[in-house]
Nanobody, 115 residues
Framework: QVQLVESGGGLGQAGGSLRLSCAAS????????MGWYRQAPGKQRELVAY???????NYADSVKGRFTISRDNAKNTVYLQMNSLRPEDTAVYYC?????????WGQGTQVTVSS
């Protein structure tokens, strides 16, 4: 069983910053990739960013230059530093990990950005 515990969501102001964390624990041999997705009301879940076990990163165009994803392999933890927040960043953010053939999701953490 794999558990993902997210933290760091909440209320932010436009132009401000928030940092999300997600710690993975349980039975897995290696985490190939860790990432963040988000889902705004009435919209589909979308990829925000991911990072592979060798440090390759990918960002959605909407967050490039504002968000930074990083991971601590020793702690099986992924972070999302969100700067220059915009009201359109408001969504539930979900942590995701890809292990050997399996995909796991966190419970989601709400991020609300006020203008």
């Amino acid at each position: 069983q794999v558990q993902l515990v997210e933290s760091g969501g909440g209320l932010g102001q436009a132009g401000g910053s928030l940092r999300l964390s997600c710690a993975a624990s349980g039975s897995f041999f290696i985490i190939n990739a860790m990432g963040w997705y988000r889902q705004a009301p009435g919209k589909q879940r979308e990829l925000v960013a991911y990072i592979t076990n060798v440090g390759r990163v990918n960002y959605a165009d909407s967050v490039k230059g504002r968000f930074t994803i990083s991971r601590d392999n020793a702690k099986n933890t992924v972070y999302l530093q969100m700067n220059s927040l915009r009201p359109e960043d408001t969504a539930v953010y979900y942590c995701n990990i890809l292990t050997m053939g399996s995909n796991y999701w966190g419970q989601g953490t709400q991020v609300t950005v006020s203008s």
